[in-house]
């Protein structure tokens, strides 16, 4: 594995499993010192530091109080912040539409986009200030083409996410900060598992230019370029990580 991260300090939220936990691997691996979020983790900061060490920190992305507590922290202990991740996401079953309230399109929305806005809103000094040219690195979900019956709430936060990257990118630009997109195939995660079977995961497979099981670290891998010099003026962009699925 490379080391084009190192001396890079990279923030991952929703780390815990998952994607979260590749995304972390990944650039840790790559020699980023790496802060990862989750708010089902114990808080445990200091195990390791330096390049390709993984802290870990428990915080609620919904709330701002707890992130402006925890961002501070992991910037005084590693030094600052060059990336940030936004993977923490709440996951959704299949209901009709007729059935969804107010209170499920709010929920989701807290979660999965208002979360990352006040992460981007609280890292922003520090990837403002980045040697490295700062990162934001939104994980969305190609349902959002697709248009997934049964989903809307999650499609709708979702979609709403994506839409929030390309504001970011021309807003954060003057700073020279990068924010793009990127949205994974269907991979067999816990937190999917939870929804689909077995036939469900062949079946979107089947559906693909290049007919293989997209893996956590397959994605992890796009994640990786764009946090590293190479991705350093890619910005506004969806980026889809699904086999070729999106062609047809």
């Known amino acids: 594995m490379s080391h084009r991260l190192a001396g890079v300090t990279a923030v991952v939220t929703g780390a815990a499993g998952g994607l979260g936990t590749a995304i972390a691997t990944r650039l840790a691996d790559e020699g980023a010192s790496v802060a990862a979020l989750d708010l089902h983790r114990n808080h445990n900061p200091y195990p390791g530091e330096g390049?390709?060490?993984?802290?870990?920190?428990?915080c609620d992305v919904t709330d701002r109080t707890a992130i402006r507590t925890t961002v501070t922290q992991v910037a005084d202990h590693l030094g600052g912040i060059d990336v940030l991740v936004?993977?923490?996401?709440?996951?959704?079953?299949?209901?009709?539409l007729l059935n969804a309230t107010s209170e499920d399109?709010?929920?989701?929305?807290?979660?999965?986009a208002v979360g990352p806005l006040l992460m981007v809103q609280?890292?922003?000094?520090?990837?403002?200030?980045s040697a490295h040219r700062g990162r934001v690195i939104n994980v969305a979900s190609r349902t959002f083409f697709t248009?997934?019956?049964?989903?809307?709430?999650?499609?709708?936060?979702?979609g709403a996410l994506i839409g929030m990257t390309r504001v970011m990118a021309r807003e954060l630009g003057e700073h020279r900060i990068c924010v793009n997109a990127v949205m994974p195939a269907q991979i067999a995660t816990p937190g999917t598992r939870a929804h689909s079977d077995d036939e469900v995961f062949t079946r979107t497979m089947a559906q693909q230019a290049i007919q293989e099981f997209v893996s956590p670290e397959?994605?992890?891998?796009?994640?990786?370029?764009?946090?590293?010099a190479d991705g350093r003026l890619?910005?506004?962009?969806s980026l889809v990580c699904d086999g070729g699925s999106l062609l047809r």
């Open 51 to 58: 390049p390709g060490s993984i802290s870990t920190w428990t």
């Open 86 to 96: 936004n993977n923490a996401g709440l996951l959704s079953g299949r209901s009709s």
């Open 105 to 112: 399109l709010h929920r989701y929305y807290a979660v999965n």
């Open 122 to 129: 609280t890292c922003f000094p520090y990837l403002r200030d």
């Open 147 to 158: 248009g997934a019956p049964g989903q809307i709430a999650y499609i709708a936060s979702k």
């Open 218 to 228: 397959d994605f992890a891998g796009l994640v990786a370029f764009l946090a590293s």
């Open 234 to 237: 890619v910005t506004g962009q």
